[in-house]
């Protein structure tokens, strides 16, 4: 994160420069810090859990068993092998 200071209220270590980064900060001289990015993945997480969790309990309730999650989640995980052996290429 970075704050900015007006030029009206100098710095002591850079009494001309307008803008001031505070340690740590991004060198990119974005407002979006650490805890932005964190907050923003945190956000994505529950969304998606919500979603999923949406997803199978509507798949249960259409086929009246438990067992469609196992089947579901088989059937995910095998796309995501094919897509990972047909579509990723490693760098030699």
Do not use: E
């Amino acid at each position: 994160m970075i704050w900015y200071r007006h030029a009206h209220q100098p710095s002591p270590a850079q009494p001309s420069s307008p803008r001031q980064q505070v340690p740590g900060g991004d060198p990119d001289n974005s407002m979006r810090g650490k805890g932005m990015d964190c907050a923003t993945l945190t956000c994505m997480v529950q969304l998606a859990q919500i979603l999923v969790g949406g997803g199978l309990g509507f798949l249960v309730n259409t086929a009246g068993s438990v067992v469609i999650v196992v089947i579901t989640a088989s059937a995910v995980a095998l796309i995501g092998c094919c897509f990972v052996a047909l579509f990723v290429r490693y760098v030699d």
